[in-house]
């Protein structure tokens, strides 16, 4: 980080963030994304994106961030790597605390998108990287011919079961609904691949291990409360997100489930701090609208700048 003040700051380095950074710096904003674990956010965690319009036949998640940071950075963004624990609201600037350090800005665009949610079972915990996983691109290839479980039943959880099933002797998709939510051409593929089992109207009870990892789960119907045991070596959870802005809770409103209240046109109800992608109250939560958001968070940051100037003089 060049120096500590700046124009905008983007907390965030996903397809949201990097976006809007690319529109900040090419509007001559003095700009940094800065970023607490790994540049392209969630994308990095998935193969084949097949919706990114403009790759027909698809394209790698990580192999497209790749190419949007070398984009973002063309018109001079910069970029960092730091958390970001606290905003602090002074008016006409803002002052991040960044693993301990102040930052000062005029705006900020908040851009922290979710993470998967767990299960809350006994044992969860003390048993991820041995054996349960929130991702199936990060961690399928060490399940190799043996049998697996993916929970969960909408978009990500079937392409996680399809993925898997390149590694894994056999996935069982458990299911706590008699029916997927995932996309018709998805739940397609599910139904008709030999290697996926799918357990429906179940969900996992209790998980199984011993001091090597998990070694099981008992999974109960639930029209009939019957439970059974299954014997994995891996269990992957896909049962939705929960968004990234606990460290926001105190400034900017947010909805029942935590995610930042703001329209389309992305101010939250804190002056000066915008809030783009899936972090947000949007409808759809893809690459295609983060991006959209991301462009507009820039646009609206770019014009509560000037007007803070015209303010001054
Ligand atoms: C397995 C999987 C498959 C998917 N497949 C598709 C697909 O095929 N097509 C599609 O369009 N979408 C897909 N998506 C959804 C898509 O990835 C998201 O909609 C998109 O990444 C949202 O972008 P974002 O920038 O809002 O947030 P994210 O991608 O979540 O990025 C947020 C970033 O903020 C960082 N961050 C959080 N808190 C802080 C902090 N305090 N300080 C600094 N940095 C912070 C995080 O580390 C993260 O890198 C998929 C998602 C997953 C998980």
Redesign the pocket.
Known sequence: MSDSTYDVII????????TAGLYASRAMLKSLM??????????M??T?????PGYPGGIE?PELMMKFQEHCVEFGLETGY????KIIDNGASKTLIVDGKELTCKAVIV????V?RKLGLEGEEALVGRGVSY???CDGAFFRDVPIAVIGGG??AA??ALFLTRFASKVILVHRRDQLRATKILQERILKHEKIEIAWNSVVDRLLSDNTGLTGAVLRDTQSGETREVELAGMFVAVGVTP?TG?VADLVELTEDGYIQAGEDTHTSAPGIFA????RTTVL??????VG??AVAAIMAEKYIEELQHSDN
Do not use: R
């Open positions: 907390i965030g380095g996903g397809p949201a963030g990097m800065l970023e607490k674990m790994i540049m392209g956010g969630q994308m965690t998935t084949k994106v097949e919706n990114w998640g730091g958390t970001v624990e851009t922290t998108g979710v998967p991702c199936a691109t978009d990500t392409e996680e990234t460290f783009a992608g899936d972090c939560k893809q690459v295609s609208t983060a958001d991301g």
